[in-house]
């Protein structure tokens, strides 16, 4: 009788401690706040601003398009009145008009009488519209004639060096080769496309 009394006890014992961490574990399931913040933090399905976003999208493709068809009717009738361009010539910018004369300094090969045209155009305009280029314009936008007139040599600069009490003395002159280009003219050559068409179009394109 005493054995099956220890028995019994040691039985009890292990059925109370088994459940002990149960109880707890339920008990810390029902007090919790991880499901809460769970469902909280869930990303929710954005159906409305998606909509919004190609509304706004398409409405900014036709504004644009209205720019550009305004730009085009501009250029037809010669409304835009007088261009200005900035061109990139022997690593500088010059923002230049028809008739404007311009010095390039260093050496450049072209010679008096020479008529060139400029194809870095960074940026061209009129009174009413610009436009800008990333970073440069498309080849055949924008034409800009020149002729160079004049080649000639700057004013003498003298370089004098001296060291006291050491007999040296020296005395240098330069005189660097300068260009003088004057703009003939600035022109648009072909209207202006949109640039979402002109992705289209490309993507188009075999090779």
């Known amino acids: ?22 109880s707890l574990a339920g008990a810390m399931r029902s007090l919790s706040l991880t499901p809460v913040c769970a469902q909280q933090n869930k990303p929710k399905p954005i159906v409305s601003s998606s909509a919004a976003a190609l509304d706004f999208a398409k409405s900014e493709q036709k504004e644009c398009q209205s720019i550009c068809e305004r730009i085009n009717q501009q250029v037809a ?9 900035i061109v990139h010539l022997c690593g500088k910018q010059f923002k230049i008009t028809p008739g404007d004369i311009i010095l390039v300094e ?7 009488g020479d008529e060139i045209s400029l194809d870095k155009v960074l940026l061209a305009g009129a009174r009413d519209f610009t436009l800008i280029g990333r970073p440069i314009l498309e080849a055949g936008l924008v034409t800009v004639k020149a002729t160079v007139i004049e080649k000639t040599l700057t004013h003498t600069k003298t370089h004098f060096k001296k060291k006291r009490r050491k007999q040296y003395m020296r005395i240098n ?16 050559t072909r209207p202006v496309v949109d640039d979402s068409t ?6 188009k394109r075999l090779f």
């Open 173 to 188: 002159f330069q005189r660097s080769p300068n260009t003088m280009i004057r703009i003939n003219s600035i022109e648009l």
């Open 1 to 22: 009788m005493a054995f099956l009394g220890q028995t019994m006890r040691h039985l009890c014992r292990q059925v109370q401690v088994s459940q002990r961490p149960l």
């Open 77 to 85: 009738q010669s409304e835009q009145g007088r261009l200005f361009a």
């Open 198 to 203: 002109e992705q289209e179009e490309s993507s």
């Open 106 to 112: 260093g050496y450049w090969p072209p010679t008096i």
